[in-house]
């Protein structure tokens, strides 16, 4: 695996599916004015957001400075596992909101220990950057699942109607 290209892409792609979630929020200013609609807008940028900004990091240490990326890794899943999981306790009894954001967070939570104890991914016979981005794919599976949910139900605004 050419680490470096793989967060090249994965970054890049990562960037484009924020933008494409705010276009699709513009288009949805009652998304906005409610509190609760609001926080999950947020969730899902931030689904997208933390692992554009991990694949730079990633990108910026390499395997050369593992350092650079293992602290980022750590400190963004924080957020990200912190953020997810104040959004699972407001869920609404929609089991597969409720299972896709445990998912999420135990993947940051996943993402943080191995950025942390790096020695861990030999255990699957994996450098540890390796693995970051196997979570990280994960972590956007579930972020578009969310996106999917969200679009399909949710947060349609005729759904009231």
Request: overall charge positive; charged content about 15%; glycine content about 8%.
């Given at each position: ?12 792609t990562c960037f484009t599916l924020v933008g494409l979630w705010w276009s699709v929020v513009q288009s949805h200013t009652d998304w906005m004015r409610d509190r609760a609609q609001r926080r999950v807008v ?120």
């Open positions: 695996m050419n680490v470096s290209t793989f967060y090249a892409l994965f970054s890049t947020g969730g899902i940028y931030l689904s997208f957001l933390l692992p554009a900004a991990m694949g730079l990091f990633a990108q910026v240490g390499g395997i050369e400075q593992p350092r650079i990326w293992r602290s980022a890794f750590i400190l963004l899943s924080v957020i990200g596992c912190a953020c997810t999981l104040r959004l699972l306790a407001r869920a609404r009894g929609d089991r597969f909101i409720t299972w896709q954001q445990a998912a999420a967070a135990l993947l940051y939570a996943l993402i943080a220990v191995v950025g942390a104890f790096p020695e861990l991914a030999r255990h699957v016979r994996l450098r540890p950057i390796q693995a970051e981005a196997l979570m990280l794919i994960g972590l956007v599976i579930l972020a578009h699942a969310l996106v999917w949910r969200y679009m399909a139900g949710e947060g349609r605004a005729d759904e009231e109607a």
